[in-house]
């Protein structure tokens, strides 16, 4: 089935993670109506996909469509509400390709969609040469760990895994991806890339 300009359907597992399993097999449900943005599924199967190489975004933008039918994809938690449920199906939603920002495919994960995914920066305190407290998760800094192709015409950023990067608070949103905590934001939302303490 191909879909119509930018739009894939994926097909979730349930609407939200309601559920901690514990290393001895015990689990705990976690009432989900307290914050449920928090716990919503942000992944699906890819059942979908729009037609073509390159889908053009809502700013107009040109986007590498490098999904396929059967691969996991994370999407924005908006994404799973009765307003994009496809019609006669329980489990199927509609997302624009601009709003998923990674996939997996045979256990690899692959930015796509113009995003960055950045593994926190973590701030240790000291006093002399003695650490004090508990780090805390740096929100303006952290390390890129995987990069999408960048949207067409526009430059490669040079960025590599490892690299450290800054960043506005405003786009610190963090998203559990594979039992890891990212930073999700687009190659836009990056100031710049930290070079001997300083920002380059």
């Known amino acids: 089935m191909n879909m119509i300009g930018q739009r894939i359907a994926v097909k979730v597992a349930?609407?939200?993670n309601d559920e901690v399993e514990f290393s001895s097999g015990e689990k705990?449900?976690?009432d989900v109506t307290w914050n449920p943005e928090h716990h919503v599924?942000?992944?699906g199967e890819v059942v979908a996909l729009p037609r073509g190489e390159w889908c053009k975004n809502t700013r107009g933008d040109w986007i590498k469509q490098e999904l396929q039918v059967g691969d996991l994809a994370y999407f924005n938690y908006l994404t799973v509400d009765k307003d994009n449920l496809v019609t006669g199906e329980r489990d199927v939603y509609l997302v624009d390709l601009e709003e998923c920002f990674c996939f997996v495919r045979s256990g690899e994960l692959t930015a796509i969609?113009?995003?960055v995914l950045v593994e926190p920066h973590m701030i240790e305190e000291k006093i002399g040469s003695i650490y004090v407290g508990v780090p805390k998760r740096s929100e303006e800094e952290g390390y890129v760990r995987f990069i999408s192709k960048p949207l067409k015409g526009k430059d490669d950023l040079g960025l590599v895994n490892?690299?450290?990067v800054r960043f506005h608070e405003r786009n610190a949103f963090l998203n559990?991806?594979?039992d890891v905590e990212y930073y999700v934001m687009r190659q836009d939302d990056l100031l710049g890339k930290?070079?001997?303490g300083g920002t380059a």
């Open 14 to 16: 349930k609407k939200y």
């Open 28 to 30: 705990l449900y976690i």
């Open 41 to 43: 599924t942000i992944c």
């Open 113 to 115: 969609s113009n995003y």
């Open 162 to 164: 490892g690299d450290m």
């Open 176 to 178: 559990k991806i594979e």
């Open 194 to 196: 930290v070079v001997n």
